[in-house]
Antibody
Framework: EVQLLESGGGLVQPGGSLRLSCAASGFTFSNYAMGWVRQAPGKGLEWLSAISGTGSRTYYADSVRGRFTISRDNSNNTLYLQMNSLRAEDTAVYSC??????????????WGQGTLVTVSS | DIQMTQSPSSVSASVGDRVTITCRASLGINSYLAWYQQKPGKAPNLLIYSASSLQTGVPSRFSGSGSGTDFTLTISSLQPEDFATYYCLQASSFPFTFGPGTKVDIK
């Protein structure tokens, strides 16, 4: 059974940093691209970033490019999102997700339950 | 970036109704489109991928169609468990983008 468990969320001041983690199990982690999606309170889904299975290719939404960095540790089956220069508008539930097809980056088929990030002074 | 729009933004329907949701891309995306269902407090659930392929385990009352810029999600006979918000996602070019969502609620 595929399981994705996020951690690392919390309250941070504007301009601060936070690193989110996503522990994956139930599949061969290194074979699949992964990504991050967020949802602000009462709002829709926002695609943020994706990373290939090897970690060699990364992609970002315009809203986070240059501030957020996606990475992965295939030896520990863990996905990360380093978030710097946080703004109030980054307040959201952040979820990691697994890409459905091995070797490509396309649709997410499994999602974690998310971790809440609140940016406020 | 490719912008996605959805219509309607909300729809009120009854059990047994046929419901159609439309998603439009600002540029052609071939068939690189998925549909997700999300219930409050829950993770999204993949319904349709590649515009018209039904994800394993998803009831056959859900169907998708379209290519290029215009896509539809159809629920042939709405069931009580289908009341939720539906999102489209384009996976043609980075950054991928979601539509704003369509809320299906009880009439």
């Amino acid at each position: 059974e595929v399981q994705l468990l996020e951690s690392g969320g919390g309250l941070v001041q504007p301009g601060g940093s936070l690193r989110l983690s996503c522990a994956a199990s139930g599949f061969t982690f290194s074979n699949y691209a992964m990504g991050w999606v967020r949802q602000a309170p009462g709002k829709g889904l926002e695609w943020l970033s994706a990373i290939s299975g090897t970690g060699s290719r990364t992609y970002y939404a315009d809203s986070v490019r240059g501030r957020f960095t996606i990475s992965r540790d295939n030896s520990n089956n863990t996905l990360y999102l380093q978030m710097n220069s946080l703004r109030a508008e980054d307040t959201a539930v952040y979820s990691c997700a697994k890409v459905m097809v091995r070797g490509v980056i396309n649709y997410f088929d499994y999602w974690g339950q998310g971790t809440l990030v609140t940016v406020s002074s | 970036d490719i912008q996605m729009t959805q219509s309607p933004s909300s729809v009120s329907a009854s059990v047994g109704d046929r419901v159609t949701i439309t998603c439009r891309a600002s540029l052609g995306i071939n068939s690189y489109l998925a549909w997700y269902q999300q219930k409050p407090g829950k993770a999204p659930n993949l319904l349709i991928y590649s515009a018209s392929s039904l994800q394993t385990g998803v009831p056959s009352r859900f169907s998708g169609s379209g290519s290029g810029t215009d896509f539809t999600l159809t629920i042939s006979s709405l069931q009580p468990e289908d009341f939720a918000t539906y999102y489209c996602l384009q996976a043609s070019s980075f950054p991928f983008t979601f539509g704003p969502g369509t809320k299906v609620d009880i009439k």
